[in-house]
């Protein structure tokens, strides 16, 4: 239990930070970049997050975010 709770509050902290300055993406841990709630808001502020995306987010074509053609760039 103790475990989802820690694994929760980094989930958030780690929102909060990549929705001030998407760059913060990078640093992110491997899990935190295959979260789809975590590469939204970087996402949609700059196309090219995407970048510091999983491997198979970058492969979802049915991803909603507001730069999908960002994806072509790659």
């Not at 509050?9 to 998407?22: C, L, M, T, W, Y």
């Not at 979260?35 to 700059?46: G, H, K, L, S, T």
Request: no cysteine.
């Amino acid at each position: 239990r103790t475990d989802t709770v820690i694994g929760m509050a980094i989930k958030e902290i780690a929102k909060r930070v990549v929705k001030e300055n998407g760059r913060g993406l990078e640093y992110a841990s491997a899990e935190l970049k295959a979260d789809r709630e975590v590469i939204m808001a970087p996402v949609a502020q700059n196309g090219f997050a995407l970048q510091n995306t999983s491997a198979k987010l970058k492969a979802d074509k049915n991803k909603n975010t507001t730069h999908i053609s960002a994806i072509d760039m790659l």
